[in-house]
């Protein structure tokens, strides 16, 4: 963001965009913020999570669990997820990708009761059948008959008129909805004409954005991407936001507080997703969230 003013941005866009959050007859009074564990619905899809979710990959980077093996061991990445949902998260994001299903799995197996909690996963494939067939092996890797969000994974700049050239795919997801197998369909964008594209598709349920304050791994800059998401939510979807710490980028996690202020005081995202090595990570920024709500 070297080419664009931070400070005014914040102050400017984001200040109105945080006027939204305020309740009825409060104007002027201080935003209310949501907390790690406030109960967020998604859209017109009437699925509920917390307002703060789990992400199962590591920083969005390499092959997920796999990546994440070399610094947990099987047993603290399933002592997180259930200590996540003892501390109140009930939104966990996997993915095919990642590897996560089977930690999961043992996880609801164990302490975390399945029709307490809200299930996302996404598919990398772009072919049919091959789609198909993972999303039925994604579901008995969880031992699910559901999951409850299932998104297109990393829709690139190549596919940014997924729409048109991902038909064959959505029809085979939607025919996934139709069956039970899924509840709600969607992306995970990784490209800012892709997300531009979102708004006006009726297909679209759920989509999962990168934002954060600082442009960093974003689709776009800041003052570019908030009116899209703005349009999303203003159209029904239900928005999802990552990347809330640039993936793990020294510099935003340094200043995590007004990374977290930022999304939280725009209103059109209604839940997020973070990565987490540790519990410590995850109470760190439990607290956080709810200390920005009150600074």
């Known amino acids: 963001m070297s080419s664009f003013d931070r400070r005014s941005f914040l102050k400017g866009t984001a200040g109105s965009l945080l006027a939204a959050t305020l309740l009825p007859g409060t104007m002027g009074a201080a935003p ?33 669990i796999t990546d994440l093996t070399m610094k947990m061991t099987g047993q603290q990445i399933l002592d997180l997820l259930e200590y996540a949902y003892q501390k109140g998260i009930t939104y966990f994001d996997m993915a095919d990708q990642y590897g996560s299903h089977n930690f999961m799995r043992e996880a609801l197996k164990k302490s975390i ?48 008129n997924w729409p048109e050239t991902l038909r064959p795919l959505m029809d085979v997801f939607s025919e996934a909805k139709s069956k039970g197998w899924i509840k709600a369909h ?18 679209v349920d759920v989509v999962l954005s990168r934002i954060n304050p600082y442009g ?54 209604d839940a997020m997703t973070i990565g987490f090595l540790s519990t410590k990570e995850l109470d760190e920024v439990m607290g956080r969230i709810s200390a920005v709500g009150v600074a």
């Open 32 to 64: 209310v913020f949501p907390k790690a564990t406030d109960v967020r619905t998604l859209g017109k899809t009437g699925l509920q999570c917390s307002y703060l979710g789990i992400g199962t990959g590591v920083r969005g980077r390499g092959k997920g």
């Open 113 to 160: 009761p399945r029709d307490k909690v809200m299930l996302l996963s996404k598919v990398w494939s772009r072919e049919p059948e091959q789609a198909r067939h993972d999303i039925d092996r994604m579901r008995k890797e969880l031992d699910t008959d559901c999951i409850d969000v299932l998104l297109m994974h990393c829709i690139r700049e190549s596919e940014d």
């Open 186 to 203: 969607g992306l995970s964008c990784h490209n800012l004409k892709a997300l531009q594209r979102v708004a006006d598709d009726p297909w």
């Open 216 to 269: 960093v791994r974003m689709d776009g800059p800041p003052e570019a991407v908030v009116p899209v998401l703005e349009k999303i939510h203003q159209a029904g979807k239900g928005v999802l936001g990552m990347k809330i710490l640039g993936e793990g980028d020294p510099n935003v996690v340094a200043k995590m507080d007004e990374s977290l202020k930022f999304v939280a005081g725009l209103g059109s995202v």
